[in-house]
């Protein structure tokens, strides 16, 4: 089989899925989160190794898998997300780089390291916090609000691809991302910003009863397309750091989990705190 035919079967089976539990909700796809979380832990911590460092791996991966089951013991009342519990668990995982590091195998590197291969996939758990936003009750509803920064990030990242092989010229910057030109960034915030304006006149509003003026529309395309591609960005330093050209190969067609999401664990976020001060409830 193929290259491009492994990617878009993949595409086929995995696009409807991933669909099926944002709209579920809940357990379901807090599980799902958390795989994704755990596997993209697992890939930064892996690309880490290649310079010489030791992550504390197993740690990391469980810390990025718990973070979306966190959300969704949060959003059910279990319990609260604490900033102090969270400096603690930190102090507490320096302190074990003594014995499970000590001097000789940069324990600080190895720390870092780990703290940031949880929480960089770990910003997936904000799909959750969409979904079951105060605003949106029902199913449906939440699933077009989840639905509305996922399907900008895949319009910057295919205006910025078409745009730039068709009439792309000036490296955008080229020690990072060779490929990525200034015509092609361009073209895929212009395409964002008109989905963005369409989709919240013609899909959001309807379908979850929650709108956007045109000019917030356009506000937040703007910065979603900002956002998504600084998050590709920092995916291709990340590999080109570990000189290598996917995060793994997990994925048939697609490399890995931060080959796939990486814009996503930089737009997820942004989005929630923008859509937490832009959205209203429509007439």
């Known amino acids: 089989m193929s ?123 904000y799909i959750y916090a969409l979904r079951h936003h105060p605003y949106t009750i029902e199913r449906v509803a939440g699933t077009a609000l989840v639905a509305m920064p996922i399907l900008l990030t895949w319009a910057t990242d295919t205006g910025a691809y078409f745009v730039g092989k068709t009439i792309g010229k000036r490296k955008l910057i080229p020690s990072v991302s060779p490929g990525k030109s200034v015509e092609g960034a361009i073209g895929g915030l212009v395409l964002t910003v008109i989905i963005s304006v369409v989709y919240a006149r013609f899909l959001l509003q309807p379908y979850s009863g929650l709108g956007l003026s045109v000019s917030k529309a356009v506000l937040f395309g703007v910065i979603i397309s900002v956002t998504a591609q600084v998050g590709d960005l920092v995916a291709s330093l990340m590999k080109r750091d570990a000189g290598v050209k996917d995060s793994s190969k997990i994925l048939p067609g697609h490399g890995g989990i931060v080959d796939r999401f990486d814009s996503l664990f930089f737009v997820m976020p942004v989005a929630f705190l923008l859509l937490n001060r832009l959205l209203v409830v429509a007439p």
């Open 3 to 125: 290259e491009l035919a492994r990617r878009t079967l993949f595409a086929v089976i995995a696009a409807p899925l991933g669909i099926l539990f944002v709209f579920l909700g809940g357990a379901p796809l807090a599980t799902m989160l958390g795989v994704i979380a755990a596997l993209g832990a697992w890939e930064i911590q892996r690309m880490a190794t290649a310079n010489g460092v030791e992550p504390l791996m197993p740690v990391g991966i469980v810390v990025a898998a718990l973070i979306p089951v966190a959300v969704h013991g949060y959003y059910l009342g279990v319990f609260h997300l604490s900033l102090t519990a969270g400096v603690v668990l930190f102090l507490i995982l320096l302190a074990s780089a003594i014995w499970l590091r000590g001097p000789a195998r940069r324990p600080i590197n190895s720390v870092a390291l780990t703290v940031v291969g949880a929480l960089y996939p770990g910003t997936i758990a």
